[in-house]
């Protein structure tokens, strides 16, 4: 506390020219500002202003830790208001990029609501399977899914996802379910493509490793696999984020879960910034309290 009031006493006696000035703002005596001055010049062991009967000057040291000192106290302003009752209010323009199908389906209700609760924000999502360049392109926050490569990008992790083989109950009754990843080889499986394996643990609770699958449908868009699992036309394997509605009413049901890979994270990614705008904290946060929630996975769209 002793060194935020040092600052405030710097801060104010320097850009209102004299410590009796910044005496009234702290509603103190300019003999107290002064001890703060000389307190905190003291511990940084540099003068910082050039005091005479007249007026006050700022050395050079003292005009370069001026700027940081208002940005400091900027930022605490900023961040007090941010978290009390009535404080300040997201405002300016958010861009989130997102997985095509996964936003379409998960991060665009989350953009709408978050408009709703931050009415001074504008919002451009755009959706796209590519990995996006964040600083190059301008977006703000991408949410993804998946193991995060080392990059000078800071990531916050917002939940867990699980795959999961899944097949209509027309499919089963006809066709029968396979007890282990050993027998996908004798059923229809449904994929993205043969180079695309689908990550199984080869005993329950055993090891992890990537199972070559064939069929005779193969289509690059997960989205016609999953229209055709629902039809019964094979077997897919899927995100839960995709499945889930279709698992709790039953039109799709789960298969080899003693095999099913460890969850894999849904991160929000976005540029290393010391000053992260408050809108983009706000969207983050509310991302996390939403896909943090298991339930919320369980339960479906």
């Known amino acids: 506390m002793d060194h935020i009031k040092q600052i405030e006493a710097f801060v104010h006696s320097a850009t209102r020219g004299s410590m009796s000035a910044a005496a009234q703002v702290e509603s103190v005596t300019p003999a107290v500002i002064g001890r703060r001055l000389d307190a905190l010049e003291a511990r940084l062991g540099v003068k910082l202003l050039l005091r005479t009967t007249r007026k006050l000057s700022l050395t050079f040291e003292g005009q370069a830790f001026l700027e940081d000192c208002q940005r400091i106290l900027n930022d605490l302003s900023n961040a007090e208001a941010a978290v009390s009752l009535g404080g300040i209010r997201a405002s300016g323009h958010l861009r989130v990029s997102a997985p095509a199908g996964f936003g379409r389906r998960h991060v665009a209700p989350q953009v709408a609501a978050f408009m709703q609760a931050n009415p ?27 193991e995060m490569a080392d990059s000078s990008l800071a990531v916050s992790k917002l ?143």
């Open 120 to 146: 001074d924000v504008t919002v451009r999502l755009d959706l796209t399977d590519r990995l996006v360049d964040l600083l190059n392109e301008g977006v703000d926050c991408a949410v993804r899914i998946g």
């Open 159 to 301: 939940g867990e996802m699980r795959r999961l083989v899944v097949a209509s109950p027309d499919y089963i009754a006809r066709y029968g379910m396979p007890k282990n990843p050993a027998e996908l080889a004798a059923h229809n499986c449904l994929s993205l493509g043969q180079q695309r394996g689908w990550t199984l643990r080869q005993t329950p609770g055993g090891e992890v490793a990537s199972r070559k699958v064939s069929g005779t449908f193969e289509c690059n868009d997960g989205a016609v696999l999953h229209e055709w699992a629902l039809a019964g036309k094979g077997l897919a394997w899927r995100s839960m984020w995709e499945v889930g509605d279709d698992l709790r009413s039953g039109r799709l049901v789960s298969l080899l879960e003693d095999h099913a890979a460890p969850a894999v994270g849904i991160y929000a990614v976005f540029p290393q910034r010391r000053h992260l705008p408050l809108r983009v904290r706000l969207f983050i946060d509310q991302l996390k309290t939403t896909f943090g929630d298991s339930q919320y996975w369980e339960i479906g769209d």
